[in-house]
Antibody, heavy 121, light 108 residues
């Protein structure tokens, strides 16, 4: 069974940093692209970043470029999101997601339960 | 690409048919469009990808159709567990993956 367990969320002040982790199990982690997707409480979904199998291709939504860094450790079956210079607008539940790639298209197949990040003074 | 879902809220009774719309501001490349279901307190679940292919384990009362800028999710014979929020998602245009704002399907 595919399992994705996020951790590292919490309450931080604007400008501070936070590192999210995602522990993966039940599948061969290194065989999949992985994403972080966030959801503003009570609102919609936003793709944040993704990373390829080996960690040498990374993509970000414009609003986090230069502030967030996605990484992975295939030996530890783990995905990470380093978030620096956090803003109030980054407040959301952050989901770790295993992608489904069909041809060249990418979809979000397996989701963790999410970890809440709150940025507030 | 901006995805606009309609209606915002749909009120129906169990056993009825639900038709949810997702309209894109530009043509979605090769119908790279997916639908997700989200229940309160849960993560989203992938229902449909490639506009019309059901994901593993999704009942056949869920079907997707459409191309270009207009896509539809149809749920025939609504069951109580189908009442949730539904999102569409496209792949291909900046940002490479984006979602619609969601349609809430509620019990009438």
């Amino acid at each position: 069974e595919v399992q994705l367990v996020e951790s590292g969320g919490g309450l931080v002040q604007p400008g501070e940093s936070l590192r999210l982790s995602c522990a993966a199990s039940g599948f061969i982690f290194s065989n999949y692209w992985m994403s972080w997707v966030r959801q503003d409480p009570g609102k919609g979904l936003e793709w944040v970043a993704n990373i390829n199998y080996h960690g040498d291709e990374k993509y970000y939504v414009d609003s986090v470029k230069g502030r967030f860094t996605i990484s992975r450790d295939n030996a530890k079956n783990s995905l990470y999101l380093q978030m620096n210079n956090l803003r109030a607008g980054d407040t959301a539940v952050y989901y770790c997601v295993r992608e489904l790639i069909v041809g060249v298209a990418e979809y979000f197949h397996h989701w963790g339960q999410g970890t809440l990040v709150t940025v507030s003074s | 690409i901006v995805l606009t879902q309609s209606p915002g809220t749909l009120s129906l009774s169990p056993g009825e048919r639900a038709t949810l719309s997702c309209r894109a501001s530009q043509s979605v490349r090769d119908s790279y469009l997916a639908w997700y279901q989200q229940k309160p307190g849960q993560a989203p679940r992938l229902l449909i990808y490639g506009a019309s292919t059901r994901a593993t384990g999704i009942p056949d009362r869920f079907s997707g159709s459409g191309s270009g800028t207009d896509f539809t999710l149809t749920i025939t014979r609504l069951e109580s567990e189908d009442f949730a929020v539904y999102y569409c998602q496209q792949y291909g245009s900046s940002p490479p993956m984006s979602f619609g704002q969601g349609t809430r399907l509620e019990i009438k």
